[in-house]
């Protein structure tokens, strides 16, 4: 009963600000017990774990995109956030939201369907 789905611009030029957004249904962002991850997986390559928001707002990122990296949260309207600046064309991926028990993508429960991004001049 529990689903995620992504959504934003899928087409980003060299520079701009990657915005998804994570909407969930059957479960309150606010529930203690899970970390409500980004991942993403570029063309031909494994998933790649982003960072996460847990119920409190706390946020863990990635070593390799921290600094570029900002997840938020809306609890009222039950969704999370990414935003990911100054991308380039490294940053095209299929990108995922999930909620998982582990704090670094270790144990995943329900994944997004994902939604494709490219960036390109």
């Known amino acids: 009963q529990v689903q995620l789905q992504e959504s934003g611009p899928g087409l980003l030029k060299p520079s701009q600000t990657l915005s998804l957004t994570c909407t969930v249904r059957g479960i309150s962002i606010t529930n203690k017990e899970y970390f409500w991850s980004w991942m993403r997986q570029p063309p031909g390559k494994g998933i790649e774990w982003i960072g996460n928001i847990i119920y409190t707002g706390a946020t863990d990122y990635s070593p390799s995109l921290k600094s570029r990296t900002v997840i938020s949260k809306d609890a009222d309207n039950n969704r999370f956030t990414l935003q990911l600046s100054s991308v380039t064309p490294e940053d095209t991926a299929l990108y995922y939201c999930?909620?998982?028990?582990?704090?670094?993508?270790?144990?995943?429960?329900?994944w997004g369907q994902g939604t494709q991004v490219t960036v390109s001049s």
């Open positions: 999930t909620r998982g028990t582990g704090r670094a993508g270790e144990m995943v429960n329900d």
